[in-house]
């Protein structure tokens, strides 16, 4: 079993990062959605200096911005209240100009992995928006809109700078968001074979109904299979995701194609010292459906708990095995 961590403000100390690879983590993951690789370079050293120290390879996969939808970049956290208006654009809260203009009026607005939830009511080069489930949106959280697809490159131009500077990071790995065809994973490749990349793994995040449905069509092309529960569920729907990660599993094993389970495995150790008990029977169930690997997400990207979610994370992991 592979297991990965989130490098995040909570753990990003080489001490930290060698405990948990002499743990038996198998390595980290960036999610360059928050960042850029060039302004990590003190954390992709901490992570050289890691596999120094444990005398372990420690793979790093950086998680590409691609065709994601997220808010934009916040000063500080703002308070949704239900009930309230917000504007979404010029003269409110930061959202590119191409998710304004697929947004028509009624249309559902998921924050935060739908944390946080608004309904569209007027339209137009801004979005005024009624807030109908509250909370603390914070800087570059991602946005949802059911329903919509927005056409956009595999990758953006800060993905194509941030590959130029994997090579001198020690990147190992990229993951490919909302991956929904053969031809994004095709491009992803050939960027990588343009810096001398080719050696690099390619996991497939499979975080939408198209992404799901075609899977068959270019799970050959990735290598590892990624289900993205948390864009995944807030796509299709919390109630439909157990039915696609099960789909997905049972594909994925009737191919022999490796799959990743990550997001809110353990989340409740983002503030409390261990799992609930659904938790842990969700690691264990997610490993006897044929995950070959799991990855936690804000447990140890911000929790309060990085090492001792690890420890949970391997422990319920060689448990079920
Ligand atoms: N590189 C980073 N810099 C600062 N904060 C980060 C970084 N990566 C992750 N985080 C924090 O940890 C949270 C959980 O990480 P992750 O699940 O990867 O992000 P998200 O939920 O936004 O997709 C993020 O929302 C963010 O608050
Ligand atoms: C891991 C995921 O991707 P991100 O953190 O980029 O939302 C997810 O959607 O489950």
Redesign the pocket.
Same mark, same amino acid.
């Given at each position: 079993m592979k297991t990965y961590a $989130?490098? /995040?403000?909570a753990c990003c100390r080489a001490d930290l990062l060698t405990e948990l690879l002499d743990m038996g983590l198998t390595g980290f993951r960036?999610?360059l959605?928050? $960042?850029t690789l060039a302004a990590?370079r003190p954390w992709t050293e901490a992570v050289q200096q890691a596999r120094e120290a444990s005398g372990r390879p420690a793979e790093l996969i950086v !998680?590409m911005r691609g065709p994601e939808l997220r808010m934009g970049p916040l000063s500080r956290p703002v308070t949704l209240t239900a009930g309230e208006t917000v504007t979404l654009g010029p003269g409110g809260l930061p959202v590119e100009p191409d998710i304004l203009a697929a947004v028509a009026p009624g249309q559902e607005i998921l924050l !935060?992995?739908g944390l946080m939830a608004l309904r569209a009511e007027t339209c137009g080069r801004a979005v005024t928006c009624t807030v109908t489930r509250g909370g603390v949106l914070?800087s570059?959280?991602?946005i949802t809109l059911p329903g919509v697809e927005l056409c956009r490159p595999a990758l953006t131009a800060q993905d194509l700078l941030d590959l130029d500077a994997a090579a001198g990071q020690g990147v190992t790995a990229v993951m490919q968001p909302f991956v929904r065809s053969r031809h994004e994973l095709e491009e992803v490749r050939a960027a990588l074979a343009r810096r001398g990349l080719e050696h690099l793994t390619i996991f497939a995040k499979v975080e939408d109904r198209r992404g799901w449905q075609s899977l068959p069509q270019w799970m050959d092309a990735c290598d590892v299979v990624t289900v993205a529960r948390?864009d995944l569920g807030s796509n299709l729907g919390l109630l439909h995701l157990p039915a696609a990660q099960k789909d997905i599993a049972a594909r994925c094993r009737r191919a022999g194609k490796p799959f990743l389970v990550v &997001?809110q495995l353990l989340h409740t150790m983002t503030e409390h010292p261990t799992p609930t008990r659904a938790e842990v029977l969700d690691v264990y169930n997610a490993v006897l459906d044929g995950a070959s690997a799991l990855m936690l &997400? /804000?447990e140890t990207?911000?929790g309060r708990y990085p090492a001792q979610a690890v420890r949970w994370l391997l422990d319920i992991a060689r448990q079920a095995e």
């Open positions: $989130t490098l /995040g403000p960036l999610n959605s928050h $960042t990590c !998680d !935060d992995d914070e570059r959280k991602s948390g &997001t &997400t /804000g990207a911000r």
